[in-house]
């Protein structure tokens, strides 16, 4: 049987390079899915298009300025109680979710360090992409849950255009 180029290349390319190729490829793909569960999120209701890497790394101030901004753009015509209500709900959902950025890099980082090791351990990189899928769902019921404490404080108007306007990723 005769091996195509492709596979010729890919039996005689050294085992390291192989292997980092496969750990490149899997670390790539564990991302992509963190960062898609966290855009998921984010169109449930509260990070918009910057998603959360970029809101985790703000100061104080400057969230507090950030969430102040979104409140004023999505509810211009809001009661004064509905916006600081918006507002603590917005921020309180971020201080609860702030901390699964941190631990989505650390997890990253834990399985390519795993990826790398001479003997691949499946056992710890299940266990590891397990605990990943457990923050992600707490972070995203974290989620569904900030966008129905500000549904049930809105009128219908209200939430169509707030979440008509997240959901377009313009905020």
């Known amino acids: 049987m005769k091996r195509t180029n492709e596979e010729q290349d890919s039996a005689s ?10 750990a490149g490829l899997i670390v790539g793909m564990a ?11 984010g169109a449930q209701g509260m990070m918009g298009h910057h998603g959360m890497g970029a809101h985790a790394a703000m100061d104080p101030a400057e ?6 901004a979104l409140v004023d753009e999505v509810l211009p015509d ?13 921020r309180s959902a971020h201080a609860d979710i702030a901390p699964f950025h941190r631990q989505l890099h650390q997890a990253h980082a834990r399985a390519q360090e795993l990826l ?7 056992a710890a990189l299940e266990s590891l992409r397990a605990e990943e899928v457990r923050q992600l769902d707490a972070a995203s019921r974290r989620l569904v ?20 306007h997240l959901g377009h990723g313009m905020h």
């Open 116 to 122: 790398m090791q001479p003997h691949v351990d499946r």
């Open 31 to 41: 991302m992509a899915t963190a960062f898609g569960g966290v855009r998921l999120a």
């Open 13 to 22: 390319a050294p085992r390291p390079a192989r292997r980092l190729t496969v």
């Open 63 to 68: 969230m507090n300025r950030h969430v102040d």
């Open 145 to 164: 849950q900030a966008a129905a404490d500000a549904s049930d404080m809105l009128t219908p108007e209200q939430r169509q255009l707030l979440f008509a």
């Open 78 to 90: 809001g009661s004064a109680e509905q916006k600081a209500r918006l507002a603590g709900i917005v």
